[in-house]
């Protein structure tokens, strides 16, 4: 059975700490993605990877970094959090190239900036 | 740049009623076409998805989806929907030259009532 874990289902911040979210898969995906999720603007791509070290900016990079050191982990970094970053945050695997392939999404880590 | 709208935020319903989901992206060139569905406190799963070949798409618990190219439309249909069947909704699009990227819609809250 595939699976997406994250590290945290829920997490408390203070403005200005910095913040680690970590997505770990057992599928031996190549791409792994980071979205955050906030009513009526559905799913935003923050980063993704598409091997070990590489990483590319999506649509919402600001504020943001990730880290790849292993294939099957994939973290996001919040240098120095905000309350606009509060939200649910969604990390996601695939396989790669161009075909359709699926992504398969882990729980979910919700974010609150206080 | 694509882009998905979901026309409708929230969508309350009668248990053992007809539904439709409505679902219009935006794209210059040929696409693949999703649903995902959340349900509450879970990660996204995948639903149904269009890839080719013919315009009906149907998912294993009586869900059905509609690629029209014309309207660009992909609208989700259930004609009888269940109290489990509560869930948000995501309509996603990825263009197939851009790698495995999506583009996700706002997202609709269907609300099955007894």
């Known amino acids: 059975d595939v699976k997406v874990t994250q590290s945290s289902r829920y997490l408390v911040k203070r403005t200005g700490e910095k913040v680690f979210l970590e997505c770990v898969q057992d599928?031996?995906?190549?791409?792994m993605f980071w979205y955050r999720q906030d009513p009526g603007l559905g799913l935003r791509l923050i980063y993704f990877?598409?091997?070990?070290?590489?990483?590319e900016k999506g649509d919402i990079p600001e504020g943001y970094s990730v880290s790849r050191e292993k294939k099957e982990r994939f973290s996001l970094i919040l240098e120095s959090a905000s309350t606009n970053q509060t939200s649910m945050y969604l990390c996601?695997?695939?396989?790669?190239?161009?075909?359709?392939?699926?992504?398969?999404f882990g729980p979910g880590t919700r974010l609150t900036v206080t | 740049a694509q882009s998905v709208t979901q026309l409708d935020s929230q969508v309350p319903v009668f248990e053992e009623a007809p539904v439709e989901l409505r679902c219009n992206y935006s794209s210059s060139v040929s696409v693949y076409l999703f649903w995902y569905v959340q349900y509450p406190n879970q990660g996204l799963q995948l639903l149904l998805k269009?890839?080719?070949?013919?315009?009906l798409v149907e998912s294993i618990n009586g869900f059905e989806a509609e690629f029209n190219k014309s309207q660009t439309s992909f609208h989700l249909r259930k004609p009888s929907v269940h109290i489990s069947d509560t869930a948000e909704y995501f309509c996603a699009v990825r263009n197939n030259n851009a790698g495995n990227m999506l583009t996700f819609g706002g997202g609709t809250r269907l609300m099955v009532k007894p």
């Open positions: 599928m031996d995906h190549e791409n």
């Open positions: 996601a695997s695939s396989l790669p190239g161009t075909g359709p392939n699926e992504q398969y």
């Open positions: 990877s598409y091997d070990v070290k590489m990483k």
């Open positions: 269009y890839l080719s070949g013919s315009t």
